[in-house]
């Protein structure tokens, strides 16, 4: 599984290619394809462990997209 630790240290490495603004979305599927809750929930803290690894600072913006049947932008 995916670390706060591994992440800070991509950060390092893709920060300095962000220059100016940086978007950065997730599509996340909300049918029953990922098989359970429990993917589902595993999905939802990779994307808050990619989130709490960039912050809010530093001209990144983030966002979320759910998708199923329909889709919501979160």
Do not use: W
């Amino acid at each position: 599984m995916f670390t706060k630790l591994y992440f800070k240290k991509l950060r390092k490495q893709i920060i300095p290619y962000v220059v100016g603004s940086c978007d950065l979305a997730f599509m996340l599927d909300a049918s029953d394809s990922l098989k359970g809750e429990e993917n589902f929930k595993l999905c939802i803290e990779f994307i808050k462990t990619v989130f709490h690894a960039f912050g809010m600072g530093g001209g990144i913006r983030f966002a979320l997209v759910l998708f199923g049947s329909s889709a919501q932008v979160v």
